[in-house]
């Protein structure tokens, strides 16, 4: 089928770039300008510290120190002082696993990677040092000496990801050429995690961030208050993440037509909102700044979230939107997601991967597998599935898997436990939780991945957690398009569309022409406009700037906002628009 722009729509709308404003009083610096700055702090006797996230690139982070810096004693501290490469590996063995996917969640802290006898003689240089002193590395705050300034490097995980299929290794590991999703895995599992525990620790230490994202060259620089202060304005209005595009052997057409992304032969993914992996964009006195969005989570959980959401997730963003684009594709891999229990025990995550497709578009023939067929024999299906993975006959998913057909502005429910998958030419807004990779692929369609290897099937992981009694029926009475309408007023209907009574997500769907009215009531609100050009997101009692959304824009309205509005605006007046909006079921003051 071919992909048309919905009307109204402007190809190219869509903000790939979203960014937060900062007020007159704070200043950037970028480039040779940024590096020039840190040269001139850099007086006799100070000891300057570059903490960087593993991913920083040290080698172009050395060059220039050593060009700013040629009177200054440089010292890497990972160089100096952390443990052996063989070392680190035995100490994270058990949290990596053999598998090429998954792991289990590391509870390491960084000092564990290092010789703490070397940090004392790091130390010792530096009180020797006749002249300045900069230690740079991921870690270099644990030398204990006394330090004068400390400068955050911060860079997000998707450009980390990106550094690593460019040939990039982890961290002090020799695996520049090794399977991407075994890099992911290292740093999912472990390094990330690890590296999050000594930021959010080093927070109140700070004095620069040095946005490492770009090349070191053109590298920008703020100072802390900088910093903060445009977490704290994000922590209180509406605002965007920057979204990421990904090419896949199933991917579409409808992201490059509709929203004008990217060169790429298709796009299959978008992450349009996941903040472990996205970043923020703070346009500070005409310079744009990139940080991780993660950021924001640490630093303002209870404003961003809401006490009683912090209090069931912690610091931790749970609700995910993302896109999987398949139209003029291909179909997603027959697929299962964890129950509770198993993520717990197997790999240590707290909460597991709970999903829901919303179709944002779809062909008059589009289907969506979900749940099993009624009567299926387990020990059949389990057979049959043995054989395909081991290159024998085709898996028959339409035997076993029952198919609903898929039209735009459906939304199918998919709990833990359920046999699911999004068939070829539909365009799907995922709601889903933030655990994103734990996709138990069951069939991939005889496939191999853009990389020409075969896509991980973990059969025996999806085969302990496959609820057999989730059948046709039951997909149909429960998890197929459930929608009840629950309020309206003048121009405009609330209805609620999911999601599960397993799920701990809430999605309300709005329809309107006129203005309507919202309130977090104390919990974070995640939406999306699903239907119509352009509207505005405004307080009622002018607490944030008017914030313009366009089609299929996702955006996250923080609990500290309370009430606020969403009408047409720009191309969008005179259409019937229409948003979701997901919450933390449980959460908001008046459940």
């Given amino acids: 089928m071919s992909t048309s722009v919905p009307s109204g729509v402007v190809p190219g709308a869509y903000d790939k770039a979203p960014v937060i404003e900062l007020p007159d009083g704070h200043r950037a610096w970028s480039g040779g300008d940024a590096w020039r700055h840190l040269a001139d702090l850099l007086e006799p006797g100070v000891v300057l510290a570059v903490d960087t996230y593993p991913g920083t690139d040290l080698e172009a982070l050395c060059r220039e120190l050593q060009a700013i810096a040629p009177h200054a004693s440089l010292i890497d501290v990972e160089q100096a002082a952390a443990r052996p490469t063989d070392e680190i590996d035995a100490l994270i063995a058990r949290d990596l696993t053999d598998d090429r996917v998954f792991g289990v969640l590391s509870h390491h802290t960084l000092d564990e990677f290092y010789d703490a006898g070397r940090l004392a003689e790091v130390a010792d240089r530096v009180r020797r040092a006749d002249g300045p002193v900069v ?32 040939g990039a290794p982890n961290w002090r590991a020799d695996n520049g050429d090794e399977d991407q999703l075994r890099k992911v895995k290292r740093g999912y ?10 930021k ?17 060259p053109g590298a920008k620089l703020v100072e802390a208050r900088t910093f903060f202060a445009g977490l704290e304005i994000a922590s209180r209005r509406p605002f965007r993440v920057v979204p990421f595009f990904d090419p896949g052997v199933w991917g579409g057409q409808w992201m490059k037509t509709v929203l004008g992304v990217g060169d790429e032969s298709n796009y299959a993914w978008c992450f349009d909102c996941v903040p472990e992996e996205n970043s923020l964009l703070l346009s500070v006195d005409g310079t744009v700044v990139e940080v991780p969005a993660l950021d924001l989570v640490f630093r303002h959980p209870r404003e961003l979230l809401g006490e009683r959401t912090h209090a069931r997730f912690g610091a931790e963003f749970p609700i995910r939107f993302d896109f999987l684009d398949t139209m003029d594709g291909g179909n997603l891999s027959l697929q299962v997601h964890p129950l509770t229990g198993y993520m717990q025990d197997v790999f240590g995550m707290p909460y597991t991967q709970d999903e829901s497709y919303y179709l944002l578009d779809a062909s008059d023939d589009a289907v969506v597998y979900l749940g099993l067929r009624e009567g299926v024999d387990r020990n059949e299906m389990e057979e049959a599935l043995r054989t395909a993975a081991a290159g024998g006959a085709t898996f028959e998913a339409e035997r076993f898997v029952a198919a609903f057909p898929a039209a735009k502005h459906d939304h199918f429910l998919i709990p833990a436990g359920t046999v699911h998958c999004s068939g070829a030419d539909s365009m799907v807004l995922e709601i889903s939780a933030t655990p994103y990779i734990f996709t138990f692929k069951m069939w991939d369609w005889g496939r191999v991945g853009l990389d020409g290897v075969p896509r991980p099937v973990h059969l025996d992981h999806a085969l ?65 406009l699903v239907e119509g050009a352009e509207a505005v997101v405004e307080s009622p009692t002018g607490a944030f700037e008017p914030f313009v959304v366009h089609y299929a824009e996702t955006f996250i309205v923080p609990a500290a906002v309370g009430p606020y509005t969403v009408r047409p605006h720009g191309r969008g007046v005179g259409q019937r628009l229409g948003t979701v909006k997901a919450s933390v079921r449980g959460t908001a003051r008046d459940d």
């Fill in 135 to 166: 230690l740079f590395g991921w870690g270099a705050t644990l030398v204990p000496v006394e330090v004068d300034v400390v400068v955050l490097a911060d860079l997000a995980r998707w450009e980390i990801q990106r550094r690593q299929r460019a």
């Fill in 189 to 198: 599992f472990v390094e990330w995690r690890t590296a999050d525990r000594h």
């Fill in 200 to 216: 959010r620790a080093l927070f109140d230490r700070i004095d620069f961030v040095l946005d490492a994202n770009d090349s070191m």
């Fill in 464 to 528: 302990a957690n496959v609820q057999w009694d989730r059948d046709a029926r039951f997909a149909r009475d429960e998890l197929v398009d459930q929608v009840t309408e629950v309020a309206r007023g003048d121009g405009w209907v609330e209805e609620r569309t999911g999601l599960h009574e397993l799920e701990f997500i809430e999605v309300r769907r709005h329809w309107f022409d006129d203005v309507v009215p919202h309130d977090t009531r104390g919990t974070v609100n995640v939406l999306n």
